[in-house]
């Protein structure tokens, strides 16, 4: 993406929140943020060529909610360098071919999230793209906690075309009940960036409510895809430590 300048230094700050501290003050669930990201013009091109080229093709999964038989109120697109599916929401999103567009935004977003973070290794080798058409696609609670994405995954989410609300609240009670008091309320504009990590996955949950009018709205959430071995490992011990007992045996279904 020629137009896109990897001029991470003339970027404005990438903005660190807590949202939640652990006994000794130290922060263990943070998001990052920035407004404006990208230019308006990036954005405007990076918009255009996602929606409208021929370089990937959205789908609508197809779920099971209280017996009945409907799809995800949202359009989905799923790249991974390595041609890796993503098990999701009890369906299996087949990997589409990395593209160029897709690898320039991927290296700038991890060239600044890394030099935030003093980490110059960050890459992302998955990106979940999705596509709000309308107000009332949204997505619901959930948190990006699927075993291969590691323990602490840093995940990048980088907002094209409409404003659409962001909340993160933490888990405080069983069945997932939410901290509704403490949550934080984002509203994610055309060339925003906003990252999670630390526990943000374990901990709490994040998700893009209906609204009422909104422009189409394309969403790329960027994530590292961890060594088999560290994961099925991991999965086989990991206790959910909020809703106790395994959290494997219970797919946390993403509406
Ligand atoms: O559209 C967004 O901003 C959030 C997307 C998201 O939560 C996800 O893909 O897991």
């Known amino acids: 993406m020629a ?3 990897s001029g ?19 922060s263990i669930a943070t998001v990052g943020y920035c407004e404006k990201f990208l230019t308006r013009e990036e954005a405007d091109r990076a918009f255009e060529e996602l929606d409208g080229g021929t370089s990937i093709r959205w789908e609508r999964i197809p779920i099971k909610l209280w017996g009945k038989q409907m799809v995800q ?9 390595d041609g890796k599916s993503y ?9 589409q071919n990395w593209f160029p ?16 973070l003093g980490r110059d290794d960050l ?14 696609d949204h997505i619901s609670p959930h948190a990006d906690d699927d075993p291969f994405w590691g323990k602490e995954p840093v995940i990048a989410s ?20 939410l901290d509704a008091r403490g949550k934080r309320e984002y509203a994610l504009g055309h060339g925003s960036l906003l990252v999670m990590m630390g526990l943000t996955q374990e901990t709490c949950k994040h998700w893009v409510p209906k609204t009422k009018d909104a422009d189409p709205r394309i969403n790329l959430t960027m994530r590292t895809w961890v060594a088999e071995e560290d994961y099925v490992r991991k999965k086989k011990k990991k206790k959910d430590p909020v809703r106790g007992g395994s959290r494997d045996a219970k797919r946390i279904k993403r509406v």
Request: charged residues 20%; hydrophobic residues 35%.
């Open 3 to 5: 137009e896109i300048s």
């Open 158 to 177: 980088l907002s094209l075309g409409g404003t659409r609300k962001f909340n993160v609240a933490e888990v405080v009670g069983p069945g997932g009940k």
């Open 123 to 136: 890459t992302f080798d998955s990106i979940l793209c999705n596509r709000y058409n309308s107000g009332s």
């Open 101 to 116: 567009k897709l690898d320039a935004l991927e290296k700038l977003v991890s060239g600044y999230v890394g030099s935030s």
């Open 8 to 26: 991470i230094g003339s970027r404005p700050e990438l903005v660190w929140e807590t949202l939640k501290s652990g006994a000794d003050g130290t």
């Open 87 to 95: 098990p999701y929401s009890a369906s299996v999103v087949l990997s």
């Open 73 to 81: 109120p949202r359009d989905v697109a799923f790249f991974n360098k």
